[in-house]
């Protein structure tokens, strides 16, 4: 079974929002660096936000301050849950979005989710 699961996304229009979720299960995500990725049609998937286990965040220079990534440490090191806040969405954006352990090097090839498809039009 696939521990993570992602959900939140749809179509909507450029200049709006989606917030993604990211229900992962297992304490090794709550010990290490999350992340959301992103894979266009044609393209490799890339890394656009990541965050620690002590909260500190990076992100991708093409959604560098339009998107917000957070994370809840629950009581329970087994579930853990990531959000991805998108504002200001650009039709560049589109693309399956997936979360996982960051950097994609630490993440074993059966552990990828069906991701959640974000669409945006112009």
């Known amino acids: 079974q696939v521990p993570v699961v992602e959900s939140g996304g749809g179509l909507v229009q450029a200049g709006g929002s989606l917030r993604l979720s990211c229900a992962a299960s297992?304490?090794?995500?709550?010990?290490?660096?999350m992340g959301w990725y992103r894979q266009a049609p044609g393209k490799q998937r890339e890394l656009v936000a990541g965050?620690?286990?002590?909260?500190?965040?990076?992100?991708?220079?093409s959604v560098k301050g339009r998107f917000t990534i957070s994370r809840d440490n629950a009581e329970n090191a087994d579930e853990n849950t990531v959000y991805l806040q998108m504002n200001r969405l650009k039709p560049e954006d589109t693309a399956v979005y997936y979360c996982n352990l960051a950097p994609r090097e630490l993440v074993p090839d059966n552990y990828w989710g069906q991701g959640t498809q974000v669409t945006v039009s112009s």
């Open positions: 965050i620690t286990s002590g909260g500190s965040t990076t992100y991708a220079d």
């Open positions: 297992g304490s090794i995500f709550s010990i290490n660096t």
